[in-house]
């Protein structure tokens, strides 16, 4: 299976961007790369997802490289309650599993 | 939409016990379910994929007869736990996916903590 590469934590400040990267340097052409954050207690949450090219949505960015070897979500503007554990994941067509890897924590100063 | 609902959210019980967990798409059918387990401080595992009427496959390491998977209906999957002991006190965590596009994410269930005393 595919892998993830994240750095383990990163610190924000309040109301800044962040830019959170990950490296899937064994990406194959199919497979699509997916971000879910994880609040404590909880189950992931979807964030975004992508092939090739970049993509927007209300929560946040994903930037992928033109090789497809790294990408990084992008949020806007780091909120207290984005202060999370952020998981980047291939999906792999045909399996439909997803491999988590140790994600990134997320911290966000007030 | 796409709210994929687990019950218990919580739950004790004595070592030898069986526990059985519910996962629920609540809003749409589930084709494929996952069953995650997640300790402290780590990242989620997969431990297994259900198909609606057909058996799971495990994945390697994880013991069949020990956590029984159903997936009867396209909108329930069920996980027991069976003679449940203390390092069996983990994260339970359910996902659902939707119809049979490729590309389309997972919902996650809000989990299941089990303690086993």
């Known amino acids: 299976d595919a892998k993830t590469t994240q750095p383990n934590s990163m610190e924000s400040n309040e109301e800044e961007p962040v830019h959170l990267p990950c490296n899937h340097s064994?990406?194959?052409?199919?497979?699509?790369i997916h971000w879910y954050r994880q609040l404590p207690s909880q189950g992931p949450e979807y964030v975004i997802h992508?092939?090739?090219s970049n993509v927007n949505n209300r929560m946040a960015s994903l930037a992928i490289a033109e090789d497809r070897k790294s990408s990084t979500l992008i949020l806007h503007r780091a909120t207290l309650r984005d202060a999370a554990v952020y998981y980047c994941?291939?999906?792999?067509?045909?399996?439909?599993?997803?491999?988590f890897g140790t994600g990134t924590r997320l911290k966000v100063l007030a | 939409g796409a709210v994929v609902s687990q019950h218990p959210s919580w739950v004790i019980c004595k070592s030898g016990t069986s526990v059985k967990i519910e996962c629920r798409s609540l809003d749409f059918q589930a084709t494929t379910m996952f069953w995650y387990r997640q300790f402290p401080k780590q990242s989620l595992m997969l431990m297994a994929t259900?198909?609606?009427?057909?058996?799971?496959?495990?994945e390697q390491g994880v013991e069949k007869d020990k956590f029984l998977i159903n997936h009867a209906s396209l909108t329930l999957s069920t996980l027991t736990v069976t003679s449940a002991h203390p390092e069996d006190s983990s994260f339970y965590i359910c996902?659902?996916?939707?119809?049979?596009?490729?590309?389309?994410?997972?919902?996650f269930g809000d989990g299941t903590r089990l303690s086993i005393l």
């Open positions: 259900s198909n609606e009427g057909s058996k799971a496959t495990y």
């Open positions: 996902s659902a996916r939707e119809g049979t596009v490729s590309n389309q994410p997972q919902h």
């Open positions: 992508g092939l090739t």
């Open positions: 064994t990406i194959s052409g199919t497979d699509y």
């Open positions: 994941i291939l999906f792999t067509s045909g399996t439909y599993k997803y491999i």
